[in-house]
């Protein structure tokens, strides 16, 4: 028996298993050589981080920073920890009462295990963790990959303030995004305002993080429309916008205690 198909002016004769006819919507999908992660950061190599979002009760927020300016450099300056402290912020526009705290592993996954284990081995930093709990309200993490287009983090002189935007992507659109911002980041030198870029590995996925350094609020603002005087930065814009699901941004002050100032 054969089942025919008709649509306007099209006839199509199938046979009883349709099995050209289903072929017609099956997505052909290209089998990839390597995994996201080693096609968009800089080598097998590559530096892991991890970013750490604490949400402070308000009356506890002046005591939550001199706790961690007390405890964190001590980490950052031991060596027997494979670990820097990239910078620790408070929220100032944004999401208010909040911590941002961003540390990087040389090493990748092993030298994070390393340091988790070394880390509950240390009285004083337990100590600060128990002093820590008692202060938050809710506290989430996420690891990160560095874009291989993006500057690695480095201290930096002060005053600043700094920018975080996160964007939640579609998935199966990072490498589409890496493509353009890779074009992109030229565009966002002049100033020496490109901070670092990043991707999760752990956490929210398809989740980036673009961290920005600006003098002020104005600076900011002369900066941003700046970019669009340059040819090819409307086009960046016009086609990444669709990638994103949702975006977020943060205007942060760096702590005392932070190598970001």
Known sequence: MEIAW?????????????SWFKS???RKV???KDAH?????????SNLYKIQFHNVKPECLDAYNQLCEETLPSIHNDKYYPCELVGTWNTWYGEQDQAVHM????????????VMSKLRQNKEFMKYREERGKMLLSRRNQLLLEFSF???????KGPNIYELRSYQLRPGTMIEWGNYWARAIGYRQHNSEAVGGFFSQIGNLYMVHHLWAYKDLEAREATRNAAWQHEGWDEVVY???????HM??????PMKASPLQ
């Open 103 to 114: 540390w990087r592993y040389r090493g990748g996954y092993p030298a994070l295990t390393e």
């Open 6 to 18: 008709r649509c306007a002016r099209f006839y199509i004769p199938v046979s009883n298993g349709y």
């Open 24 to 26: 017609l919507f099956v």
């Open 248 to 253: 977020d941004s943060r205007i942060m002050i």
């Open 239 to 245: 086609y990444t916008v669709p990638l994103i699901q």
């Open 37 to 45: 992660s080693h096609l968009l950061t800089k080598n097998e190599e």
């Open 30 to 32: 290209d089998p990839r």
């Open 150 to 156: 993006w500057n690695e983090p480095i201290p930096r």
